[in-house]
């Protein structure tokens, strides 16, 4: 997972495939029901007076590897992340997580609050 952070693979096939597979997406998804009236809310209240994935559609029809690659080196590789750990107590080797920074016990009432 680290290497995923810190750098991206390069892999153009995928790429593609995930851009068509989102276009194709956006093209054949309807906003129906009450959800017309949440979607024209959400982006009212965020500034947007009308729909935000026409915009998405062009940026992502132009959008390149290369465009992906300098996003990912921008805003991703080497930033520093919080990792949780979810797990038996007992089955958690501390001293090998205490590698990766430091490490702190939460309980189940402050994460999941019961």
């Not at 080497?78 to 090998?96: F, I, P, Q």
């Amino acid at each position: 997972m680290q290497r995923l952070l810190t750098s991206m693979p390069y892999a153009p096939k995928q790429f593609r495939l995930a851009k068509q597979t989102l276009l194709e997406r956006i093209r054949t998804e309807r906003i129906t029901g009450e959800k017309i009236y949440t979607s024209w809310l959400e982006n009212r209240d965020r500034g947007i007076d009308h729909d935000v994935r026409e915009d998405i559609y062009h940026e992502v029809e132009k959008m390149s590897a290369e465009d992906l690659r300098h996003f990912f080196d921008e805003h991703i590789k080497n930033k520093k992340y919080t990792l949780l750990v979810l797990g038996a107590k007992g089955s958690l080797d501390r001293d090998l997580l205490r590698r990766w920074g430091e490490v702190e016990e939460v309980s189940l009432r402050d994460l999941f609050g019961y």
